[in-house]
């Protein structure tokens, strides 16, 4: 029998913990000489290539010195920090990956206190030690106030630490960068010589719990979770513990292992295996998998409430079709109720016969999926993303999210102004090198649609990160709503430089010349707090005589970017955002212009 270890490697968003996982792979001699290996491997799916982020749970395995090391590459992000908790299931170590730079953040405050809690034991990497600003000692110090503030105890405290460069693939036990050599070495021997093997009974009856749901056409769902006790065969006959305490049996058809990067099918496996079965299509998260007759269950894992949702329904604008392959109610309902196959903190419900209303984590998690979407074909029209008020001892409560902002000095005054108004408290400030970081508890309401005047308000030097807290008594002003009016466009047809030009003293517009618009349809934005019905697609009358200037060029200001999280951010409860394969539109619900007038004059 071999010897293991199960580690999670766990970081802020952007510390580098799939980098530090290819050139583990890399250092173990896992991959052949000569075979090419892309950058960040584990990042599989194209947005997490696009955006640098791994936005699910990733597993592989290396073999290093005679042990199978099994590592879990985890999201760092909050939103999916549901699969972090549960990831503590499955491991007896983590490596805490920190920037030499930047220290401490939300996130590894997040992952940290996850990993505390389930008892688990850490060794500090200490990455990125080649930049110029690296401050490794003042870090350590920042890493170890951390551990103490979050109770860890003195086994826990006592954490051994690597300096890396995973970038460089260096990697040495002190902190001097001239101490670091092309090797990962170093962490592989600590992970060997600190981390405990798993702690399982091999000889006992079979218990086997997912932490993770997977999903492929061929085999339906799939449990990945660790063996916690026994052996398990394929084709042997088990049976379920279900959340409910009932009991299935089913078949085994399949089990996965991992190696490298590639999942491979094996025979068998036994206590302290990572594995993924195949043969319950409904198995879920936390369900015990035992021999027949010897059902004992292990504890349920905690799954993550949704804090946010919002609609997804059928395109209804005028362009229905012309983008877009997918466009049903039937067809948007089978693919969203495939997404929850193996995302288990997404919940959906009907709303009506045309939408539903999707429920997740946060917006990240939810635009993400509309953006897997869009790129599979489907067109659909989503709502403002809204926090789930949920009733706790007859109060009405709502989610409330830890914030911390670094900014320069010279914006402070305003980013405290801002989140004032979003019912934000500050819990603390510090002040260093001309950056100032602030600590806020915020409702989650408040920061929908801040960043985006975040961005604006520190001309992009500020950074923003933020976490779920817990629920409580609902703030009572109105935050989170759009202050400036919108400009809508009250004709069908393209929008011309002479009509874009004429309303150009009326605000910013989030359209070019040529771009083919709709009556409803958001075209820019107002300088005033009312929404104004403008003409985009007029024309300049042609007579025939000349007047002097008529022929100069409208020079434009360049049209406003948006991207698809900048039009959820952005818009108001009476609006929507139109996602197809190739654009985002922001329309009015209500695309009549004198209907619109009418429904807002009742609301006044």
């Known amino acids: 029998?071999?010897?293991?270890?199960?580690?999670?490697?766990?970081?802020?968003?952007?510390?580098?913990?799939?980098?530090?996982?290819?050139?583990?792979?890399?250092?173990?001699?896992?991959?052949?000489?000569?075979?090419?290996?892309?950058?960040?491997v584990m990042d599989s799916n194209d947005i997490e290539k696009e955006r640098g982020i791994t936005i699910l749970a990733k597993t592989t395995a290396i073999d290093y010195k005679g042990t199978r090391i099994n590592i879990l590459d985890t999201p760092g992000h909050?939103?999916?920090?549901?699969?972090?908790?549960?990831?503590?299931?499955?491991?007896?170590?983590?490596?805490?990956?920190?920037?030499?730079?930047?220290?401490?953040?939300?996130?590894?405050?997040?992952?940290?206190?996850?990993?505390?809690?389930?008892?688990?034991?850490?060794?500090?990497?200490?990455?990125?030690?080649?930049?110029?600003?690296?401050?490794?000692?003042?870090?350590?110090?920042?890493?170890?106030?951390?551990?103490?503030?979050?109770?860890?105890?003195?086994?826990?405290?006592?954490?051994?630490?690597?300096?890396?460069?995973?970038?460089?693939?260096?990697?040495?036990?002190?902190?001097?960068i001239e101490t670091q050599k092309p090797t990962m070495k170093p962490i592989l021997d600590m992970i060997l010589k600190t981390i405990p093997a798993p702690h399982v009974e091999i000889e006992g009856s079979l218990q086997f719990q997912p932490a993770l749901l997977d999903y492929n056409d061929f085999v339906g769902r799939i449990g990945i979770g660790v063996v916690k006790r026994g052996k398990i065969k394929v084709n042997e006959m088990v049976s379920c513990v279900r959340v409910d305490g009932s009991i299935k049996q089913f078949r085994?058809?399949?089990?996965?292992?991992?190696?490298?990067?590639?999942?491979?099918?094996?025979?068998?496996?036994?206590?302290?295996?990572?594995?993924?079965?195949?043969?319950?299509?409904?198995?879920?998260?936390?369900?015990?998998?035992?021999?027949?007759?010897?059902?004992?269950?292990?504890p349920l894992l905690r799954i993550d409430e949704p804090t946010l949702q919002m609609t997804f329904g059928v395109n209804t604008s005028p362009f229905v079709g012309r983008e877009g392959k997918i466009l049903t109610a039937r067809k948007i309902q089978e693919r969203l109720e495939k997404e929850t196959e193996k995302d288990?903190?997404?919940?959906?419900?009907?709303?009506?016969?045309?939408?539903?209303?999707?429920?997740?984590?946060?917006?990240?998690?939810?635009?993400?999926?509309?953006?897997?979407?869009?790129?599979?074909?489907?067109?659909?029209?989503?709502?403002?993303?809204?926090?789930?008020?949920?009733?706790?001892?007859?109060?009405?409560?709502?989610?409330?999210?830890?914030?911390?902002i670094d900014v320069p000095e010279e914006y402070v005054g305003s980013v405290i102004e801002a989140l004032g108004t979003r019912e934000g408290t500050m819990e603390n400030m510090t002040n260093q090198d001309n950056q100032v970081r602030l600590i806020y508890t915020i409702p989650s309401r408040g920061l929908i649609g801040f960043t985006t005047e975040f961005m604006t308000m520190t001309k992009g030097y500020g950074i923003i990160n933020h976490t779920y807290k817990e629920y409580r008594k609902m703030a009572t002003t109105n935050v989170g709503e759009r202050k400036l009016g919108v400009l809508v466009s009250m004709e069908n047809g393209q929008a011309t430089a002479y009509a874009l030009g004429q309303l150009e003293d009326r605000g910013t517009m989030f359209i070019e010349p040529g771009t083919e618009v709709y009556e409803g349809m958001i075209v820019g934005e107002h300088t005033h707090n009312n929404d104004l019905a403008v003409n985009v697609v007029k024309g300049k009358k042609l007579t025939n005589t000349r007047a002097a200037g008529s022929d100069h060029t409208v020079v434009l200001k360049r049209p406003r970017k948006m991207s698809l999280e900048y039009c959820l951010d952005y818009i108001n409860t009476d609006e929507l955002v139109e996602v197809t394969p190739k654009n985002f539109r922001m329309r009015k619900k209500i695309l009549n212009t004198n209907e619109r007038k009418k429904y807002d004059s009742k609301k006044i």
Do not use: W
């Not at 590894?108 to 389930?118: G, I, M, N, S, Y």
């Not at 036994?270 to 369900?287: K, N, Q, T, Y």
């Not at 998690?365 to 489907?378: D, Q």
């Open 252 to 298: 085994i058809q399949k089990i996965f292992g991992y190696i490298g990067l590639k999942r491979i099918e094996i025979e068998e496996a036994e206590a302290g295996d990572i594995i993924a079965i195949a043969g319950l299509p409904d198995i879920s998260v936390g369900e015990t998998v035992c021999e027949i007759g010897k059902e004992e269950a292990l």
């Open 78 to 176: 909050a939103d999916f920090g549901g699969e972090v908790e549960r990831i503590m299931n499955m491991v007896d170590g983590v490596l805490l990956v920190v920037d030499a730079y930047e220290g401490t953040m939300p996130q590894t405050r997040f992952v940290l206190k996850k990993a505390l809690e389930a008892n688990v034991t850490p060794i500090v990497v200490v990455n990125k030690i080649d930049k110029p600003t690296a401050r490794p000692a003042q870090v350590i110090d920042e890493v170890l106030d951390l551990f103490i503030e979050l109770g860890a105890n003195e086994d826990q405290l006592d954490f051994p630490v690597v300096y890396a460069s995973a970038l460089n693939g260096t990697s040495s036990l002190e902190q001097e």
């Open 344 to 404: 288990v903190s997404l919940k959906i419900r009907p709303n009506d016969s045309e939408s539903f209303i999707v429920s997740g984590r946060g917006e990240l998690h939810l635009s993400i999926l509309i953006e897997n979407m869009r790129r599979e074909g489907f067109e659909l029209q989503v709502s403002k993303p809204e926090v789930i008020i949920k009733e706790i001892n007859g109060i009405k409560c709502e989610p409330y999210e830890d914030v911390q």
């Open 1 to 40: 029998m071999k010897e293991k270890r199960n580690i999670a490697i766990i970081a802020h968003v952007d510390h580098g913990k799939t980098t530090l996982v290819d050139q583990l792979l890399k250092s173990s001699g896992t991959f052949r000489e000569n075979q090419t290996i892309d950058e960040r």
